[in-house]
């Protein structure tokens, strides 16, 4: 069984800096694109930062030039180094991943959500 987990929520000031963290556990053969996505009450889920297996990123384009993907594959690990934050990148922010794993294949996997809120 797979399982996402995520830490490093918390409350901060406008302007001020988070580090997420997302570590996959379980029967995990490859590890491939990982993920941030947030969501508000009301509003879908949208996304933060996806990155592949070899390190190519891709950004929303209200975090761009703030927000920061990275991953570890020996941790199986991904990293979202959020700066400058704003009031609206309050949200609970979930990691996700596709993963392959024996035998069932590659699925889609959610984290549980870690809030974030940012507030004067």
């Known amino acids: 069984q797979v399982q996402l987990v995520e830490s490093g929520g918390g409350l901060v000031q406008p302007g001020g800096s988070l580090l997420l963290s997302c570590a996959a556990s379980?029967?995990?053969?490859?590890?491939?694109?990982m993920g941030w996505y947030r969501q508000t009450p009301g509003a879908q889920r949208e996304l933060v930062a996806s990155i592949t297996a070899n390190g190519s990123p891709r950004y929303g384009n209200s975090v761009k030039g703030r927000f920061t993907i990275s991953r570890d594959n020996a941790k199986n690990t991904v990293y979202l180094q959020m700066n400058s934050l704003k009031l609206e990148d309050t949200a609970v922010y979930y990691c996700?991943?596709?993963?392959?794993?024996?035998?069932?294949?590659?699925?889609?996997?959610w984290g549980q959500g870690v809030q974030v809120t940012v507030s004067a």
């Open positions: 379980g029967n995990i053969f490859s590890l491939n694109n």
């Open positions: 996700d991943a596709d993963i392959y794993t024996v035998p069932d294949g590659l699925d889609h996997y």
